[in-house]
């Protein structure tokens, strides 16, 4: 088989693959991201690269425009490489692995409260207080008595003893590396040792022995594996301080935008084993960059606490998630129990454990088990309705008598995927909108007031709000023909111009279509009507609900009026709704440090009942229904209805 | 430095060694074993060979004789390669490593019940029988229902809840590699698995996971690791049958005779490994020969079950037992978390599980635990002593309400070692001594019949009461000096000769010298006055015993009588003392068969009062008032006194 190299710019990578290789292939090959939504099937058009040199063998495809053929445009999975190719990827196309800069993260971080004053006003804060200090692993330094003639056990049940003096362990376990250690360790250190005692179901592990008193210098992380982000906080186990967090992009992401392409792709020859090493990857950056920022020895990293949806999960843990999505859609494990951090390639201290928050089905994962701890739902009272906007939407309603969920295919709309110029909340996103009346005039407010190279979740329903209002689109979102420049007829229907070529970043105009919009459409209905279902299942109305908690990677803005306007939402009193962010994060570092709030999670994952919409026959006609906007039954929507 | 090839008769073997290297450093290396019992000080000269071509350099030693020096012997760990060698090892320096023969290994297996009828008379059948059939590791079949949408609980938790059904368990423990395989593996195999379930330290593990039903395909070992001979019994874990035992030489013996010489030997570089290896081989061997001769996959073994002083089980899991021989004498550990064989280098299923009766001390280890277990003694109403008769002696007083045990070191003189001519019970081995009292012919029989290379234990036990019957030696075990033609003086005082040159097999006489009845005197005294030290120390003496229980590699061959006569043993009734041959097996094989056994070891293990010889005063009278043939005190002996 003949080979041939394929240079990539702007990156100038080149790889060298076998004839026939399709450009989406060799790009991922050699560590070029491109979009793709379908998992290289030729059916989004978001992997659009132009051919500069060389011969290629492509399928015809719709999603290519004349004008664009005419550029040299080709979509990447459907053309296969026929001699050597120079190949731009044009930023459309681009996934933006670059680290996010200082100034994108602080933003970022708004509502994952990293400072600790911060802390003390959020729900998780509230929650997390309750719950002792007993992290995943603790360290205790000890001072044991040398052994006599009178007082000879072995160094092993000297260690024990000692540890239960302070501590009451059911079962101790010891691995045998440290067991070969501890003879020599004991006597050099003058039998003044500090150990590492973490949880691993049900029983205590000596993870590790220290010689001396190392006991202040114990971290860990939480992590929340989301489909399209990855945050991980780094925090100090003895004194709860977090130390700092980071948000990267999940480079999973090249191998499709949503689980689903993504189980499909882990079929592929090495597709888990690339999915998997996607994750560990970039999680392994952010445990380096911020252990060396805070300037922390790896081996004083004992400890590393994962939340994430299912699909998430298993990937991370390289385990098949291929029957998540067959029928009945059974994951192989909700439950995963605590290993060393090592045997999945996560790298801290090599003895280190691996914990992840146990999930309740194969679409209702361990990220909203963390939520619904975090915002404290368990424990209320009163109804609260917990919906996490992320690659999928996932919805639980409860208090402290019952817990029932369920998972709406919302899609990525909301991330920025699926539609024609979405992106996510990163420098240069569109996140705010407003429209004039008269001339259409769109005056927008990008992330840190960069030229706009896409529109963000919160900026798409900014706009969508205000198209209603302005009346450029009807209420079922059909674009209200009229002479104004920004309306015109494109090549996939009607479209409306956010923002010309001239203002951009991307040397094209940015719009909106009515394709996206029914795309967005689709988006709140199935979100909507999956919380409308579980209101309705459980006998209740909306009005019914005290607290409503909204959690998603929307950034610092969340427009809760649009949001209603729009019909995501469901129109009840603003006061009673508050924006959480990342509410996974949140819950997961609450489980880190204290293994009674493992044990609440896992109550709360056994708790919660799932409730499978797409098998309920009333689910269609209430997505049907919320397929407008704010929906079909004003009734619904007094305030809008005024 | 200079390199130089050593060759080895009769081995034929060759190693390429650095200048300056000893001849029996230079032997290990290329995997001959020459006798040494002072681990290379030049102390016990056991380690002669004979320098056929060559240059060394050799530090002088009284224990080589002039005869020698003029036939060229050399003490091969102070002597240094200098030159290109040729180095004969003369019988008497070999260790005898070459596997024992069928008939060889039928003689040691009487008193080790290989078969079942012969089982249900011993003491160890009797006992084996109370305990609840549960062995270390057992497979269960399970049909699990596949999921439904109504029953969809991920595969793990459907795993858990199937095994649930049938076991109580408590904590269920998982690894991520059957994590990995499991939803795969659940739906090829028609939701129709094998589970192999091992016991942990209080925990369940899941060990294996199998497609189809394979639950009569469930096997594990129990091994006697001895320190001169490692014994390995095959069981069919479902039906409880013995399939087959083997015995092999510890080939840690090249290291050094007994436990002190190998944790010195342990320190030298490489040394831990060199003797870690030297017992994993063995078990594999045993392993290995066991399964194919009963056409076993080695991944149906499933579980490993060992006992042994506390010093082989250290290096059995390369844990440096340095501490062992310092003050206070403190082992790493007594009680060894089970792991998995893997881990130890022990070749059976790659996930099989290894487990160690635990030990009482430093010096009274799992191989007793499990003898007291194998005996029944701690659930005696009547007192009962049981003594173990190895390399060292070790000893147990008690009943259902104490056990008291010590360590006398007696020294490996009834295993052969610290004897001129001594040997273990092996082919060719004087076992059985008669001398006319006449003219002193001497009478012997060998172990199967062959010419006579050595004496062993029970050997040299009836020619001292042999000696003393016809005067040849007084009660201090003197030789007294008569004209007949097998009494002579020689190099190292005066001996008897046992067998002459031409009735040998080994090219010399075999003689017994005043030197070595001391060192057997010393051996028995040893013995005997822990023993008595004991039943003194509980306000009990000899009379009050109502059982006796004699452990130790004797072969099927022990005069009772004879052990009597020496003051080895306690002058009770015969019919109070049985040769249970090997009780620390006995007592592996009911461990490995129930866990309710093995919580019955643990119990002993902690219930069991170390008694240390070293530190009690009147140890070394009791010792001095027993170097004598029998006592110092005749009215101790009543039956010789007659």
Known sequence: MKKFKVKFYPDNKICEVEQGTTILASAISCGVYINSSCGGEGVCGRCKVILLKGNVISQPSGRITLEERAKNYYLACQTTVQSDLEVQIPPESRIDLEKLSKEELDLRLKGLYTKSEELSFSPSAKREKLFQHSPLATKIYLELPPPTLEDKISDLERLYRAIRKIQSVQIMQTGLANIRRLGGLLRSSEWKVTVTLGK?????????????????????????????????????????????????????????????????????????????????????????????????????????????????????????????????????????????????GIKINPRGLLSCVPGVSSYLGGDLTAGVLSCGIDAEKELCLLIDIGTNGEIVLGNKDFLIGCAASAGPAFEGSGVAYGMRAAKGAIQKVNIEPDDYTVKFSTILDARP?????????????????????????????????????????????????????????????????????????????????????????????????????????????????????????RRKITFVGNSSLAGARSILLSYEAMEKAEEIARKITYFELSVDNKYMDEYMAALFFPHTDLNRFPSMKR
Chains 1, 2 share one sequence.
């Open 200 to 344: 691993r179901g049900g029983t205590t592990e000596i993870v590790l022995i220290e010689p001396g008193d190392t006991s202040q210098y114990n971290f860990g992380l939480a992590f929340d594996i989301g489909t399209t982000t990855i945050s991980g906080q780094l925090i100090n186990l003895r004194t709860k301080e977090i130390l700092g967090t980071k948000i990267e992009h999940n480079m999973q992401a090249a191998f499709g935008p949503d689980v689903i392409t993504r189980i499909i792709y882990a079929q592929e020859p090495d597709g888990l084993e690339k999915l998997h090493h996607a994750v560990i990857d970039v999680m392994n950056e952010i445990i380096q960059d911020l252990t060396q920022e805070n300037g922390i020895d790896l081996n004083n990293v004992t400890c590393v606490l994962c939340a994430g949806n299912t699909t998430m999960i298993h990937l991370l843990l390289r385990v098949d998630p291929t029957y998540i999505r067959r029928q009945p859609y059974v994951p192989t494990a909700n439950f995963v129990p605590t290993i060393r951090a090592a045997e999945a």
């Open 453 to 573: 190279r896409g529109i963000c979740g919160s900026g798409y329903i900014d706009l969508i709000a205000e198209m209603l209002d302005k009346k450029i689109i009807d209420k079922s979102g059909k674009i209200q023909e009229t002479k104004n420049k920004r309306l015109r007829k494109g090549e996939f229907g009607w479209e409306f111009v956010v923002a010309f070529k001239e203002e951009t970043d991307i040397d094209r105009d940015i719009v909106i279509t009515e394709i996206d919009i029914d795309n967005l459409k689709r988006a709140k209905a199935a979100i909507y009507a999956g919380a409308s279902i579980l209101v309705e299942h459980m006998n209740f109305n909306f009005w019914d609900i005290k607290k409503i908690f909204i959690a998603g990677g929307f950034g610092n803005y969340l427009d809760i009026d649009n949001a209603i306007k729009i019909g995501l939402l469901p129109d009840i009193e």
